[in-house]
């Protein structure tokens, strides 16, 4: 005869193994789910790249610009040069293909190659490049912020979204090192490996979207909601460096508060970037004159979709499904 006690007790663990196993299938649904993201969306991107360098040689035949390196020598003699800075970029903006793809080996190549060895402290390095980072995007801001506000309030809206005034002149000359400096923000993705740090798929995904995207739309005057979108990361970013530069001394301690606010308003940047894109798509569809293009539009709304999931998610597996975790684990 069978003890009813252990049968129930049988019962009891099938219960709890089956409530175990279901959490785990329930993960790597989410896993899958994820890496199907990825993986389409670095097929999209490949393929629009490779449709955009064949379209770009017949103009790249027509250049004048030397040397990728030429950029730099016309910034400093030449900074109110636009035809320059444009012709630089329709010749050289898919130099973001090959720097993207050798930042993303040597990013998996560093990770493998710190999996044995101690983390570095790199205190001051890190306290210096987020200073000057900082320092770069709040004059940037300055610069750009200020063009938008005045562009607004001498005419109006419309005329702020559609204009392509941000390509000219010293507001066009910071406009170009925006671009520029998205390059040269890859190295963040290093003081992390360095570190030791955790690296998410979030970090470099938008790493090196974002420099493919600032160099293929400076190609053309046709983005001209990129003004405002530049002075929203100018400042989203004078802030998060500024943060960066203060948490990496080690000296001050920052709220934890501060994280929650920066990643806030990186997804209130995601919105608002939708929403400015959106309304320069439907002036254009109105017939009203707008220096903005369908391939622009396409490129810049995935993107921002993307980040916006990408950095959604983020502030909730950081933020509140961690704090529900630390809730049942004190539970009794």
Known sequence: M??????????TIVCCTTVK?????????????????????????????????????PIVNKMDTK???????????DHYDDDVRM????????????????????????RNFMKARSPFSL??????????????????SLVIATYVIKTWIQHDFYTTVCSDGMYDGYTGFWFCLFALSKAFELLDTFFIILRKQKLIF??????????????????????????ISCAINFIVHAIMYSYYAVRATGKIKVPKGVNIFITSIQIVQ???????????????????????????????????????????????QAYFSSRQSEKSKKAP
């Open 2 to 11: 069978k003890n009813p006690h252990i049968h129930n007790v049988n019962t």
């Open 270 to 316: 995601m919105v608002v970037n939708l929403w400015i894109h959106a309304k320069a798509y439907k002036y254009l569809s109105e017939g009203r004159p707008c220096a903005y293009n369908l391939r622009i539009f396409y490129l810049t709304m995935a993107m921002y979709a993307s980040y916006l999931v990408l950095f959604a998610n983020f502030f909730y």
């Open 202 to 227: 979030l970090h470099w995904y938008h790493h090196i979207l974002t420099l493919f995207y600032c160099w293929y739309a400076f190609t053309h005057r046709d983005n001209s909601p990129g003004g």
């Open 21 to 57: 196993e279901l959490k785990i299938v329930k993960r790597l649904d989410k896993l899958k789910n994820l890496r199907w993201f990825r993986h389409t969306t670095c097929l999209l991107l490949l393929k629009f790249a490779s449709r955009e360098i064949t379209y770009t040689i």
């Open 87 to 110: 012709r630089w970029f329709q010749q050289y903006w898919w130099l973001s293909i090959p720097i993207c793809t050798i930042y993303v080996i040597l990013v998996f190549q560093g």
């Open 123 to 140: 205190r001051l390095p890190l306290t210096l490049w987020s200073s000057c980072l900082a320092l770069f995007s709040i004059c940037g």
């Open 67 to 77: 040397s990728p390196l030429s950029i730099f020598r016309h910034l400093s003699q």
